[in-house]
């Protein structure tokens, strides 16, 4: 059956004068911009240009917006949380992180590692419904469609790149990318997020039709979609080529060419609700086999998670080693001394810290790779050595390493955090003195802070 190919059905009132009466303006500061280009000899159209190229009943402008809506969250999901993991770890004057509640860092870093993980099969989906647009004809109807064309390859760039990077970062593959990790997955995630914000400032019409049938039922929808974006995009006449329709029905799908010859799909072929909800359960399964690395209750079904928290020296995994830090015959120096730098300096054998006072709690290491664990540590309150070193209420310390250089070294220990009582100059991790790969002779562990700044090895806490 041969169907006739819907009108569109949008009022010219919720329109642009120029889109709704089907001719742009002539005159005005966009005109040449939107002026209608020479379409290309028809003869070019072949392969993958020709019309009947990339007929699939998967695809319509709704799946690609609701799939487009999908990555869109997923991405704001991972920007705010990695910019909140980036102004703990390199805090501005106005950013205040607090250290209650203890779990906080390991919630918002924990969803950032399984939400970049959860968008990677939405983000291929997306890309597979829309792709074709690649070949559309005819390739560039004006000097704005060419420029928005152009633009995508950016967010599109931006966005594989984060997922790819964010994988190997939490695989540990540094080898394989030529730039630091941290500086460059930050500042891309801020291009990738003003280009998701532009893409759908620019198409927001189209997604506000794309959203309003049922995914089952595009015939009408598709047509307008097509119908809109040829009107805003021709500078010389009415809105160019009908739009493609189709009806999904229980026996299959008849979509009408521009020659008139229905494409049947076959019975019983996956429908659009059905390709989407197989996206949707993917995405969910490759959450859960990512979270266990985080939740402890789903560790037994974890495949993506990169670490096992409980596999390591004392129950608990280990990013980097003593040797590798160079600390190895520094750390066991029998003349170590722990030297704090304030009002009042003082010199503290590991014997000395070993008779003050000793204090044991709870608390959670979390990795931005998106790993946790918790452990049970036990040591001198850091408060406790602020007081002997005389320092003020309202002052701020630096934690330095036995490490020399390197980018975490050393770390700021803000006021929120030096004098909470859960925050410890650990001597002692799940009832045993510290292996050395976790920090011996002494280690920082403090509430709701990223595992890179419980600084190891600690020689020296000194008042800034």
């Not at 597979?128 to 760039?157: I, M």
């Not at 503290?348 to 931005?368: D, E």
């Not at 700021?412 to 790969?437: C, F, K, M, W, Y």
Request: aromatic letters at 6%; a neutral charge.
């Amino acid at each position: 059956m041969v169907r006739k190919p819907a009108s569109p059905v949008t009022p010219a009132a919720s329109q642009p004068p120029e889109v709704a009466s089907g001719t742009p303006s002539a005159t005005g500061p966009g005109a040449l911009l939107h002026r209608r280009l020479p379409e290309p000899p028809a003869g070019f159209r072949q392969g993958p240009l020709r019309e009947e190229a990339w007929r699939s009943p998967l695809r319509s402008e709704r799946t690609a917006a609701l799939l487009g809506m999908s990555v869109g969250i997923a991405f704001a999901v991972c920007f705010v949380t990695g910019l909140i993991s980036h102004l703990i770890q390199q805090p501005p004057g106005w950013f205040l992180w607090p250290s209650r509640p203890v779990n906080l860092y390991r919630v918002t870093q924990g969803l950032h590692v399984i939400t970049g993980f959860a968008a990677i099969p939405l983000l291929l989906a997306k890309l597979w419904t829309v792709y074709p647009k690649l070949f559309e004809w005819p390739p560039v109807r004006t000097v704005a469609h060419a420029v928005g064309r152009l633009s995508l390859l950016v967010l599109v760039g931006a966005a594989i790149f984060q997922l790819v990077t964010g994988v190997l970062n939490v695989a540990r593959w540094y080898t394989v990318m030529p730039f630091f990790f941290t500086t460059t997955h930050y500042w891309t995630a801020w291009i990738a997020i003003g280009a998701i914000v532009v893409h759908v400032g620019s198409k927001l019409a189209v997604i506000r039709l794309g959203l309003s049938r049922p995914v089952d039922d595009d015939a009408t929808v598709d047509a307008t979609v097509d119908a809109t974006v040829d009107a805003a995009d021709d500078a010389a006449g009415p809105a160019a080529e009908s739009a493609d329709t189709g009806t999904d029905t229980d026996t299959g799908t008849d979509t009408t060419t521009e020659t008139g010859r229905p494409v049947r799909e076959p019975a019983g072929a996956l429908s659009r609700r059905g390709f989407l909800t197989a996206v949707a359960v993917t995405s969910g399964v490759v959450a859960l086999t990512t979270a266990g690395q985080t939740i402890p209750a789903l560790s037994a079904i974890t495949v993506f998670g990169q670490r096992d928290p409980n596999l390591g020296p004392q129950g608990l995994p280990v990013n980097k080693s003593a040797v590798s830090a160079g600390v190895l015959e520094t750390a066991v120096d029998p003349t170590y001394r722990l030297r704090l730098d304030g009002p009042r300096p003082q010199l503290l054998s590991l014997a000395a810290l070993r008779g003050m006072p000793q204090y044991t709690v709870t608390l959670p290491i979390t990795c931005v790779e998106g790993w946790s664990a918790t452990a049970e540590w036990a040591g001198i309150r850091v408060a406790d050595l602020l007081d002997l070193m005389e320092l003020p209420e309202d002052g701020e310390v630096t934690v330095v390493s036995l490490q020399e250089g390197g980018l975490y070294s050393s770390s700021v220990l803000s006021t929120q955090h030096n004098r909470d009582p859960l925050t410890l100059l650990a001597l002692r991790l799940n009832g045993e003195n510290l292996h050395i790969d976790h920090g011996y002779p002494a280690r920082l562990i403090a509430p709701n802070r990223p595992g890179v700044m419980q600084t190891k090895w600690v020689s020296r806490i000194e008042a800034i």
